[in-house]
């Protein structure tokens, strides 16, 4: 598989046209994707797997070979992997998941326990826990022969007229009861002894209509699935399949539940353990006695192996045998408590893809009080390096709002690559946002977002650090234990069990990188497995952190591993030993008590290895150091609003306020800025510029009801149904003021606005949508309908009210807000956002100072915005062009030729060597799309101070 760096999630999610499609393909390759995986997404209308879904990948393919990159399999439909879209559960209801259901309650002595139990499922096994003193219990009995079927819950009573065959009777009226559907029972009576807990474990599928999980632990589920996706794409394109498709992605596989089952469960578990899991499954959901750890560790290493070898492996192996390059990444491998339920030997499991990839959703991912995304992203990173893997990747950019811009993209990029990530499957390429599409994942980061024409200015920076951090291997000298083992152990299948422990991991692993203390995890049976002499060529000292229980070879590795002169430090109490048998579960670990220390976590982080950073701010800076060529590479990622300089192993180093880039302080380095020499003169710029900027745009979010006395506010959470409910031939009115001559005035619509038919009147003169073309700005805006109304308006020398009515007919709702667009400004004066004042206006701006948008009238406008300046120099020289403050992305011409494009401080520009007399600067500055799509309110526009800057 040829190495890219940049990749991207083609959201097929509408009615899918392969001409529109070969124009989106178009526009994306032209932005510097080097390959698209096609994924099928919420909203899609065109059925998936379907003749009409192949002719839409054909297309595809087609335009991705014309432009010289790939096309890429979502291995399935939506996620989680593992379902096929349903099809695997509706053609093999045998392989759908299944689950342990525990019921636990407690029974006074002496007293008849008669239970129907809620879950319709199976029963495996009934215990019987009889209460000692000091809250423990007694041996198990186990009463599953008092089981049985049971019909105990009456449905209803009621007085009828009829009963069976309704023909040729007389409607006679009798009572009738009936209860409920059959469900598990219990029957047994309580010794007086003793009072006693009762647990129920039940086998129950673990499906729904909307989560049709399939059977991950039965090898019949990956060759379904194989047959249903995979081998259908390979039979249609041939022996071009891996020339079209050299990647699989998969996207979260799960077994359905944190107790998984299948059913030769017990038989793997027996093989590899050598006793019986059923007769002990009641340490699963309970704190019993010393055996409980040890059972739960071995009830683990069973799901996590079968899991491993009859779902990863076996979809790994057949992208091997074809060609194909396996990548994807397991459930929130930030959020300990749960995805090591899901996948016990994440670790392992991680490292059968060729790149294993994390999954960091969300905004504030680098932030101290985020510190779960460093342990996620470090468990791929720490995969990829320990089983030999070239890249460790990212589903990146998921999930953080419609106010995300470039800046913010590049902040979060910037960040996984201080981490180890080169590999970036870049999240919502939406061929739609029609509808409640827009908010299922934002940002939308294809055509409808307000900077996707500088989206190449970003992913080629991208590309170039990752190819160079790609290059050489990482210098990370500090093992860390990853508690994927001993967080199983310690819970009783909720993830709010081992909240308390993951926390404090999670600070760890905080602690460790803003100490400059980069590490890598390793789990138990990768420590057993590894050669220690050659793990200790890379690694000088292993950490055990807060860990309750280790395998006792675990432990005879850690020892070996000091006997190499490797550091072992273990912080926290001592762990105990698990052993093998439940006869003899624990012992301690004498040898283990020289390795513990004592000092507390800040002391002991500055004793073991990394790297010395000094400066006001280090804390904030994490360091990537890679070994290239013979040549010690530093990457430095700066995750405050403030530049930080400082020394880096006694030598200076600078790094820019949320930017990312090397310790190198060479300009042609990408990320890296010039290093400007002493300035002799400045310029001031703020005053005098003239602005352009496109049709402004306005979000018509509050409407009336008059019929109802309703006001409806369309920019709110749809939660509340009842705000959204159809109604008959309900009627919504949207006022406003213009001021002025109208000129260029449209109204801009989604075709879902309304569910069902519609008419549209201003100041009552019934206006007509027709479609925009893609070619159309407008459509870029994915508001598809658009209707001229600048002949309806009315404006004047003061304010004057207008008003947008839609009278529909049926049981309609409105649901999505229209837009106003066009050549005017907009203020509200009135508070509240529900009457705009709006005000023609000729462009372009004159005399304009450097500050918000909003000063000109243009707070909800996304976009670029053109400032236009001739500066007269009096001195010829090098020159610096500073815009100051910049919110988001500027781009700088000079006399016409392009000086450069930034989306972060320094806004700083190298004009050159410019001669006396008068010269033409050209700024475009762009926002992202919050202020159009959301009225955000968020800064936007060039701020300043800007200045010319001659240097010495």
């Known amino acids: ?209 909307d989560t049709a999980n399939t059977d991950l632990l039965n090898p019949r589920t990956a060759d379904e699935i194989l047959k249903c996706t995979h081998e259908r794409y390979a039979e249609r394109y041939g022996k071009r399949f891996s020339e079209f498709f050299p990647a699989s992605f998969f996207d979260e596989p799960n077994p359905g539940s944190f107790f998984p089952w299948t059913g030769d469960f017990a038989d793997e578990f027996f093989r590899e353990h050598k006793w019986d899991i059923r007769n002990r499954l009641f340490h699963l959901c309970l704190d019993i006695d010393e055996t409980t750890p040890l059972v739960r560790d071995c009830y683990r290493r069973t799901q996590g192996r079968l899991q491993c070898e009859n779902y990863l492996r076996k979809l790994g192996k057949w992208c091997t045998d074809h060609a194909v390059g396996s990548i994807g990444h397991l459930p929130r491998t930030e959020f300990l408590s749960l995805s090591l339920l899901f996948w016990p030997d994440e670790l392992r499991c991680a490292a059968c893809a060729d790149i294993p990839c994390t999954d960091p959703l969300g905004f504030h991912t680098a932030l101290p009080d985020a510190s779960a995304y460093h342990t996620g992203i470090k468990v791929v990173t720490s995969a990829a390096r320990l089983f030999g893997k070239e890249q460790a990747g990212s589903d990146a950019l998921a999930v953080m709002g419609d106010e995300t811009s470039l800046r913010d993209l590049a902040f979060q990029m910037d ?146 591993f000091a006997a190499s002169h490797g550091r072992v430090v273990i912080s926290g109490n001592l762990p105990r030993l698990l052993m093998e048998s439940p006869e003899c579960p624990q012992k301690e670990w004498t040898a283990g008590k020289a390795f513990l220390s004592e000092e507390p976590l800040e002391k002991l982080v500055t004793a073991l290895p990394g790297l010395t950073l000094k400066g006001e701010g280090a804390e904030n800076i994490f360091i990537q150091e890679r070994l290239d060529a013979d040549r010690r590479r530093f990457f430095l990622f700066n995750r405050s609003d403030r530049d930080f300089s400082g020394l880096l192993e006694g030598r200076q180093v600078s790094v820019p306020a949320g930017t990312g880039c090397f310790a190198e302080q060479d300009a042609a380095l990408p990320g890296n800025i010039h290093a400007f020499a002493c300035t002799e003169e400045e310029i001031g710029l703020d005053d005098g510029w003239e602005l352009r900027f496109g049709l402004n745009s306005l979000p018509l979010h509050s409407w009336n009801a008059p019929k109802i006395s309703r006001r409806f506010d369309l920019s709110g959470p749809r939660d509340d149904a009842a705000d959204f409910q159809e109604s008959q031939d309900p009627v919504y009115e949207n006022t406003f003021l213009f001021e002025g001559t109208p000129e260029n005035l449209l109204l801009a619509a989604e075709k879902s606005m309304v569910s069902g038919p519609f008419r549209c009147f201003t100041n009552g003169h019934e206006i007509f949508f027709k479609e925009a073309p893609l070619s159309d700005p407008l459509a870029g805006e994915w508001r598809t309908l658009t209707a001229n109304i600048t002949s309806y ?83 010829t020289g090098r020159y610096i062009f500073c815009c100051g403050r910049v919110e988001d992305a500027a781009e700088v011409f000079v006399d016409g030729r392009k000086a450069g494009c930034r989306f972060r401080a320094p806004y700083a520009f190298a004009a050159g060597e410019l001669e006396k007399g008068e010269h033409v600067f050209e700024l475009r500055i762009s926002n992202g799309p919050a202020n159009r799509d959301r009225m955000s309110g968020l800064p936007a526009g060039l701020f300043g101070p800007v200045k010319l800057v001659r240097l010495a």
């Not at 009828?160 to 219990?186: F, G, N, Q």
């Not at 837009?819 to 005017?824: A, E, Q, S």
């Not at 005399?847 to 000109?856: L, M, T």
Request: glycine letters at 6%; hydrophobic letters at 40%; one cysteine or more.
């Open 415 to 560: 960040y996984q690559l201080a981490l180890g990530i080169t590999y970036f499957n870049i999240h919502g390429l939406s061929c739609s946002l029609e509808g409640p599409r827009k908010d299922e994942v934002p940002p939308p980061l294809f055509f409808q977002h307000s900077e996707f024409r500088l989206m190449k200015e970003l992913l080629s920076e991208i590309r170039e650090k990752a190819q160079i951090l790609s290059s050489g291997t990482p210098i990370r000298r500090l093992l860390v234990l990853y508690p994927g083992d001993d967080i199983p152990r310690l819970s009783k299948g909720h993830p709010e069990d081992t909240g308390h422990i993951e926390r404090a991991f999670h600070r760890l692993s905080e602690s460790l990188l803003s100490a400059h203390r980069d590490f890598d995890f390793i789990d138990e049976s990768m420590l057993c497995e590894k050669d220690i002499s050659l793990l200790r060529k890379d690694y000088d000292a292993l950490l055990v952190y807060s860990v309750a229980f280790l395998r006792k070879k675990t432990a005879e590795a850690m020892e070996k």
């Open 793 to 875: 308006v009315i404006g004047g020398s003061v304010p004057r009210l207008n008003t947008i009515r839609i009278e529909c007919t049926g049981m309609c709702a409105l649901n999505e807000a229209p837009f106003l667009h066009g050549d005017f400004t907009v203020e509200f004066r009135h508070g509240h956002a529900i009457l705009p004042n709006l005000k023609a206006v000729s462009q372009p701006m004159r005399g304009i100072h450097a500050g918000d948008w909003r000063e000109c009238g243009f707070g909800t406008y996304s976009g670029s915005a053109v400032y236009k300046k001739t500066v007269r120099l009096e001195r």
């Open 1 to 209: 598989m040829k190495k890219i760096h940049i990749a991207g999630q083609f959201f097929l999610n509408d009615l899918l046209d392969p001409e529109e499609l070969k124009k989106m393909t178009d526009s994306l390759a032209n932005a510097g994707y080097e390959s698209l995986y096609l994924h099928a997404r919420a909203g899609l209308r065109t059925p998936y797997l379907s003749e009409k879904w192949f002719e839409a990948v054909d297309a595809v393919c087609s335009e991705c070979a014309k432009k010289g990159i790939t096309a890429s399999l979502w291995d399935e439909d939506y996620f989680p992997s593992g379902t096929a879209g349903n099809r695997i559960i509706w053609e093999h209801p045998e392989l759908a998941a299944q689950k342990l259901v525990f019921t636990v309650f407690e029974v006074p002595a002496g007293t008849r326990c008669e239970k129907v139990f809620e879950a319709d499922g199976a029963m495996l096994k009934c215990f019987v826990l009889p209460h000692k003193a000091g809250d423990s219990f007694g041996k198990a009995l186990n009463i599953t022969e008092f089981t049985g079927t049971g019909r105990l819950c009456w449905k209803f009573r009621k007085v009828m007229t009829s009963a069976y065959s309704v023909e040729c009777k007389i409607p006679s009226p009798h009572w009738r009861a009936a209860m409920r559907d059959k469900r598990p029972a219990l029957l047994w009576e309580v010794p007086r002894e003793y009072d006693c807990t009762v647990v129920a474990v039940q086998i129950v599928r673990a499906t729904t209509l």
